[in-house]
Structure formats: C-alpha cells, structure tokens
C-alpha cells in the first residue's frame, strides 16, 4: 500500500473553507485519478490524468478542481463544497490509462459541515 | 455503454466454506473485468483480472475467478473461507480496445 499515499486521512472542513487532498504514487506510473467512493454507491470517476495531461472530466463540480504537477502527484482542491460532498476520496495510479491494473491509495475521509 | 453488476450487497458464509462473490457484466466489445477488495478505512486492493486467455483466472490470497463470456459473468470465488477475507469486494469492467474507463459495481460485502 505504500506505493500510493494519500494525505490527510481524515479531513472536517466548513462550507466555506478552501483545502486540497494530495496523492503521491511511487510506481513509476504515468496515470493518475480521482475517485468518489460514498456509502451504498458505486465509485465515481471524477478526473484522469494522463502524462500530466487532464484526459476526463467526468462532469464533476467546478468547487472540485483538480492538478497534476507531474506524473508522480496529483492534487485535489476544494472550495465552497456541500454537505453532499461527503466521502472517502480515492486516488490511483496505473501504468498508462489504457487496460493496465490501477492501484490506490488509502484515501482521504472527508466530512463537509 | 458498459456496465457491471454485482447483484449480492451482502454475502454471509461460515469459516472453511466456498465462498462466491457474483458479478456479472455488459459491454459492446471484449471485457477486461477485475475484482478489487477493501478492508475497513483502506483504499482498494487489486486482486485479480481477466484480459485474454484462460477462462479461470488466479489471484492474491487465494481467490480465483471464472469469465464465462455467454453468461456474461465474472464471479469470484475461493475454495476455503477466512474471517480474514471479511471485506468489501468490488467488480469492474472496461471494454478492451477503447478509450473507455474502468466502471466499477456497487460492492458486495462479504461477512465470514
């Protein structure tokens, strides 16, 4: 599991509170995503990042935005997020976003007041 | 457009017993399938996948699966049940050759 890290683990932030979720992945591997996981859903792709390149965008909310510096870490901003925003964030990485095996991290519990 | 299933949120099994976990797929193309699994306040762990080749497909802790492309099925399964295996399963789908990302199901707790 420590091939990808993911800090905080816990976050509690305000409505009004601006915070970013970072991922670090030491795989080697060129992709990277964002994912929503809530409870009794499935996960939800939110961004994809290939070669530092945003490659989907799944119709995810502006107060959500994402940054990838380089192929090795990922950013996840957030502003003005709702109480719905509420969930376990994941991110993972993989070789290329083709059919190679994705691998997570332990994710970020975040709870919006 | 494709698709994964996992008809079970729930799946109760005694100790030393054969477990399954169903999943069952659509896609308009080949199907790479995969079955991941998370442990309490984890991210999710790979265990095995099926691309191309042998039907029956071996993964980590001993858990295997069987692509059965007419039922359109991925089910997992494993010969001998641990309390350890008590986790949250999820299938995933990607149809091969396309641009297309993983879509994964809604997870299927396993209780041993």
């Known amino acids: 599991e420590t091939g990808v890290t993911q800090t905080p683990r816990h976050l509690v932030m305000g409505m009004t509170n601006k915070k970013s979720l970072k991922c670090e992945q030491h795989l080697g591997h060129n992709a990277m995503y964002w994912y929503k996981q809530s409870a009794k859903k499935p996960l939800e792709l939110m961004f994809v990042y290939s070669l530092e390149e945003r490659v989907e965008n799944n119709s995810v909310p502006s107060r959500f935005s994402p940054e990838c510096p380089n192929s090795s870490h990922l950013f996840l901003h957030l502003h003005t997020l709702q109480p719905e925003d509420s969930a376990l964030y994941l991110c993972?990485?993989?070789?290329?976003?083709?059919?190679?095996?994705?691998?997570f991290g332990p994710g970020t519990r975040l709870l919006v007041l | 457009a494709q698709s994964v299933a996992q008809p079970e949120d729930q799946v109760n099994v005694a100790e030393g017993n054969p477990l399954t976990v169903k999943c069952t797929y659509s896609v308009s193309g080949n199907p790479y399938l995969f079955w991941y699994v998370q442990y309490p306040n984890r991210g999710l762990q790979f265990l095995l996948k099926y691309i191309t080749g042998d039907n029956l497909v071996k993964g980590s802790y001993g858990f295997e699966a069987e692509f059965n492309k007419s039922q359109t099925s991925f089910h997992l399964k494993k010969p001998s049940a641990l309390v350890s295996d008590s986790a949250l399963y999820f299938c995933a789908v990607r149809e091969g050759g396309s641009a297309r990302q993983l879509t994964f199901g809604s997870g299927t707790q396993l209780t041993v």
């Open positions: 993972a990485s993989s070789l290329t976003s083709g059919r190679e095996t994705q691998y």
